[in-house]
């Protein structure tokens, strides 16, 4: 199947053989599809807390000790999903035709003013005609112009203010001095892009670090990461053969957010907070952002220091009435229930590994209709039960129980989580063995216009984090602001 020179092509990327055989594999055995036992709601699965106990998480988040905080912003690739019905628009403007009223080119032409991209220099003032749509969206598109149909989501202008106009990636730096200070005064912030990008992202920077340090007293320290090459998975055939560009060689694709949890597994700090680069929202919400932020750090705290406790119990002090009181602590707090342990030394040692590991707390927002993967209770290979976070590709829509489950569901997955990466010893989790291999997931893709199949790594906030211990607590949908089409600037949380 493969050749020297494919050879040679997988180890210069920094994967072997052996890789790229199992995933051959998996293009050709699937993946298995996840046990639902039941949706995560708020009757079991999801904290919904009262205003007093946001406060007590609040209070929380701010007395207890870390080894560090961190930001963790995936903002790899371009924008071209955001603006692709804009291009669609375009390209009918320039075959001669116009758009209707409600098409979406149309709406962004006819509100221009209202985005914080707008310029009357380059704009011009708005008018009712074709052509001042052509040109509106080839400005905005095209090279001649704003080219922001080619550039990353991190460096496009976002918010409008009196003084100025702020990128997504400005609006996180205002964000993490909010919430996400460190002791001595620094913000630190991890920054996943592509190396292609790095130059925007550093002019993008540029521009406004050195304002936001003075005016909230705050020092910046920004390490862009980014996605190893040798997590690119590869391409095959309809018929599971390896898919093959041109000259012959092997056509590779980036595997996904699942990938990052390589840079994710090389972050120093202890907690850390991930948010996707598009999540951001206006000035004004900053409040509700930042409280909730530290809410689910306290909650994240919180549930860290029960389960050191524990731990140190159990190298110190281990009985029966403890392994009770963890298993009824496990399965409260967390959906965990195990299977009958054979005798008293195997039910210690598993209650040690389930509590041995890295810790999430993630935000779920009520279901109101917004793309999202879902909060679940699922059933693992060795019989225990756990809380995870599934797209609906992962779901078998045709198991009745499955189909249930998904209808049932009261809650998705905005990507608003914090993490603790260190043990109860103060040492380094190693996360990648923590990861689910059977948790990937496959897509139907095109090169060239020939058709292919895609295979993505274990999302990073499913099925890389799939052994980790996890909690769900209920924010509100205020926080979740995404802009994953052009026009979503247009929403109140994105306008003065």
């Known amino acids: 199947m493969f050749t020297q020179q494919d050879i040679r092509q997988i180890e210069a990327r920094g994967a072997d053989l052996q890789q790229i055989e199992q995933q051959i594999e998996h293009f050709k055995n699937g993946f298995p599809w996840m046990k639902i036992v039941a949706p995560a709601t708020p009757e079991r699965g999801i904290r919904v807390l009262t205003p007093a106990q946001a406060d007590e998480a609040v209070a929380y988040s701010r007395l207890a000790e870390t080894h560090g905080k961190c930001k963790f912003v995936p903002a790899s690739g371009a924008a071209s999903r955001m603006f692709k019905d804009m291009f669609a628009g375009l390209e009918k403007l320039e075959a001669g035709e116009d758009l209707p009223a409600d098409a979406p080119g149309a709406r962004l032409a006819a509100r221009i003013k209202d985005f914080a991209f707008y310029t009357p220099e380059l704009f011009g003032e708005p008018q009712d005609s074709a052509a001042f749509r052509r ?32 990128t997504a990636i400005a609006e996180h730096l205002v964000e993490a001095q909010d919430y996400m200070r460190n002791e001595d005064g620094t913000c630190d912030l991890v920054v996943t892009i592509s190396p292609e990008h790095r130059t925007l992202f550093e002019q993008a920077l540029a521009q406004v670090q050195a304002a936001y340090e003075k005016r909230y007293g705050v020092r910046y320290r920004i390490h862009f990461t980014f996605q190893d090459k ?3 998975t590869i391409a095959v055939n309809p018929d599971n053969t390896p898919f093959r560009t041109e000259d012959g060689s092997l056509l590779f694709r980036p595997a996904g957010h699942g990938a990052l949890i390589h840079n994710l597994d090389k972050v120093e700090s202890e907690l850390v907070s991930i948010k996707n680069i598009d999540n951001v929202a206006h000035e004004k919400l900053l409040p509700v952002t930042s409280r909730w932020k530290q809410v689910l750090m306290g909650e994240a705290l919180r549930l860290r220091d029960r389960i050191f406790g524990y731990l140190r119990e159990l190298d110190e002090n281990p009985s029966d009435a403890l392994c009770a009181e963890i298993e009824q602590f496990l399965d409260r707090e967390l959906c965990v229930r195990l299977p009958a342990a054979a005798d008293a030394e195997k039910r210690r040692a598993r209650l040690r590994a389930k509590l041995n590991r890295p810790i999430r707390v993630c935000g779920m927002v009520r279901n109101e209709g917004e793309p999202g993967g879902g909060p679940y209770i699922i ?21 009745a129980a499955a189909a249930g489950a998904m209808a049932q569901a009261t809650h998705f997955n905005p990507v608003d989580l914090v993490c603790i990466l260190r043990d109860y010893k103060g040492g380094r989790f190693d996360l990648l063995q923590h990861v689910d291999p059977q948790a990937g997931f496959m897509s139907s893709k095109s090169y060239q216009g020939r058709e292919l199949k895609a295979l993505e790594l274990p999302g990073l906030w499913n099925g890389a984090m799939s052994d980790w211990n996890t909690l769900f607590v209920e924010v509100p949908l205020e926080t979740f602001n995404p802009v994953k089409v052009v026009l979503d600037l247009l929403r109140p949380a994105h306008q003065v």
């Not at 509106?136 to 003084?163: I, M, N, Q, S, W």
């Not at 756990?386 to 198991?399: F, R, T």
């Open 379 to 399: 059933e693992g290979a060795d019989g225990s039960t756990s809380l995870q976070i599934l797209e609906s590709v992962q779901i078998n829509k045709a198991d």
């Open 230 to 232: 040798a997590t690119d």
């Open 135 to 166: 040109e509106t969206l080839r400005k905005l598109l095209k090279e001649d112009g704003l080219a922001y149909g080619a550039k990353p989501k991190g460096v496009l202008k976002f918010h409008r203010y009196p003084e100025e106009v702020r």
